[in-house]
């Protein structure tokens, strides 16, 4: 092998290792999007599940009250006929 060989092996050898660091990198920056989006999601969900959990409650306190209230009106009511 001469010495143009050599250099020209050489400088593909460093082109070949440079885009293997450039591939591993960028695997490593897909790997930390992917894993964010998903923690980012999971937020969403959980800040999504909380919101209908206390809407859920606010819903049957009301209806509660409501049929408290109901029932106190049919009480008097008796009161007053019976």
Same mark, same amino acid.
């Given at each position: 092998?001469?010495?143009?060989?050599?250099? =020209?092996?050489?400088?593909?050898?460093?082109?070949?290792?440079?885009?293997?660091?450039?591939?591993?990198?960028?695997?490593?920056?897909?790997?930390?999007?992917?894993?964010?989006?998903?923690?980012?999601?999971?937020?969403?969900?959980?800040?999504?599940?909380?919101?209908?959990?206390?809407?859920?409650?606010?819903?049957?306190?009301?209806?509660?009250?409501?049929? =408290?209230?109901?029932?106190?009106?049919?009480?008097?009511?008796?009161?007053?006929?019976?």
């Amino acid at each position: 092998m001469n010495q143009v060989e050599a250099l =020209e092996k050489a400088i593909l050898d460093r082109a070949e290792q440079m885009a293997s660091e450039c591939h591993n990198r960028a695997d490593a920056g897909r790997k930390n999007i992917l894993r964010e989006a998903s923690d980012k999601l999971h937020l969403r969900e959980e800040k999504e599940t909380l919101l209908a959990k206390s809407q859920a409650d606010r819903a049957y306190l009301r209806k509660v009250q409501a049929d =408290e209230l109901k029932l106190h009106s049919k009480m008097d009511h008796m009161r007053w006929i019976g």
